[in-house]
C-alpha cells in the first residue's frame, strides 16, 4: 500500500492537537481509511477509520498531487456508527 507524504503547516499541528490527536494517528487513518469522502461543506477529502492507537478518528486534508496531502484538521467524532 502507497503512504502518502504529509504537508504539516503549524496550523495544521494546532488544530489536530486541540482535538487531541496525534501526528501519528492522524497518518495511519488517511494512509489506511476505511472510507474515503468529500465533504459537504468545502473541497476537502475526509478520511475515516481506526488509528493506530484504536481511536476512530476523522482526518480533512486535501490532495496536492497523488502522494502528497495537506492535512487539514483531524477529530474523533462524538458518535461513531
Same mark, same amino acid.
Given at each position: 500500500?502507497?503512504?502518502?507524504?504529509?504537508?504539516?503547516?503549524?496550523?495544521?499541528?494546532?488544530k489536530?492537537?486541540?482535538?487531541?490527536?496525534?501526528?501519528?494517528?492522524? +497518518?495511519?487513518?488517511?494512509?489506511?481509511p476505511?472510507?474515503?469522502?468529500?465533504?459537504?461543506?468545502?473541497?476537502?477529502?475526509?478520511?475515516?477509520?481506526?488509528?493506530?492507537?484504536?481511536?476512530?478518528?476523522?482526518?480533512?486534508?486535501?490532495?496536492?498531487? +497523488?502522494?502528497?496531502?495537506?492535512?487539514?484538521?483531524?477529530?474523533?467524532?462524538?458518535?461513531?456508527?
Amino acid at each position: 500500500m502507497m503512504e502518502y507524504v504529509f504537508l504539516w503547516t503549524p496550523e495544521a499541528l494546532d488544530k489536530i492537537a486541540q482535538h487531541g490527536v496525534t501526528v501519528e494517528e492522524y +497518518e495511519s487513518v488517511v494512509n489506511n481509511p476505511v472510507d474515503r469522502q468529500l465533504s459537504r461543506s468545502s473541497d476537502n477529502l475526509i478520511a475515516r477509520g481506526d488509528a493506530i492507537t484504536g481511536r476512530w478518528l476523522i482526518c480533512v486534508y486535501q490532495d496536492i498531487d +497523488e502522494i502528497t496531502v495537506l492535512p487539514i484538521t483531524g477529530y474523533e467524532p462524538d458518535d461513531h456508527l
